[in-house]
T-cell receptor
């Protein structure tokens, strides 16, 4: 039962371009939406996170856009670099419960 | 900084064999988690421990057992391994379950193949 639906499954972007990954959810009780980044052979690591009372959060080249009415949130990577090539997971949680993760997006940034 | 350490890193088992995956964290975190990662499925929660002495089922607990040995260690046991349990297993820890801005710190995974 996939409570957080993530798309696309894979993404190829040219160096300097914008990478956009989307997630949608159904549970309106979700109150925290993080994005995790995973490099091959490593565990995921927190990249950036947002709460539903904020529509956008920016940290360097990474931005989360949040649309509460549409129940969607997205990760934008500006000026994408080959070093950004990784798998990205969106996630969500409600209350004092563990995170529910999306299915992941494999991003390749071509030089 | 060791963070979250998982052992072993790789393991091949035969169907029906048992084994225990070990996990230890040195960040004094209260909560620990076990996930499995399969292609196209993301990370699915198997079990978690909100604090020492407590464990709870996650999304896919069938076929697994866990033990929170102490605050540092959280083990995952497969009593009778099945090919469907072939996966990459990740252990994670955090200061508290569900706390805002308390990231989960992950180990580098155990790659388990069951023949």
């Amino acid at each position: 039962q996939q409570q957080v639906k993530q798309s696309p499954q894979s993404l190829i972007v040219q160096k300097g371009g914008i990478s956009i990954i989307n997630c949608a959810y159904e549970n309106t009780a979700f109150d925290y939406f993080p994005w995790y980044q995973q490099f091959p052979g490593k565990g995921p690591a927190l990249l950036i996170a947002i709460r539903p009372d904020v529509s956008e959060k920016k940290e360097g080249r990474f931005t989360i856009s949040f649309n509460k009415s549409a129940k969607q949130f997205s990760l934008h990577i500006m000026d994408s670099q080959p070093g950004d090539s990784a798998t990205y997971f969106c996630a969500a949680k409600t209350g004092r419960r563990a995170l529910t993760f999306g299915s992941g997006t494999r991003l390749q940034v071509q030089p | 900084n060791a963070g979250v350490t998982q052992t072993p890193k790789f393991q091949v088992l035969k169907t029906g064999q048992s084994m225990t995956l070990q996990c230890a964290q040195d960040m004094n975190h209260n909560s620990m988690y076990w996930y499995r990662q399969d292609p196209g499925m993301g990370l699915r929660l198997i079990y978690y421990s909100a604090s020492e002495g407590t464990t709870d089922k996650g999304e896919v607990p069938n076929g697994y057992n866990v033990s929170r040995l102490n605050k540092r260690e959280f083990s995952l046991r497969l009593e009778s391994a099945a090919p469907s349990q072939t996966s990459v297993y990740f252990c994670a820890s955090s200061d508290a379950v569900g706390a805002y801005n308390q990231p989960q710190h992950f180990g580098d995974g155990t790659r388990l193949s069951i023949l």
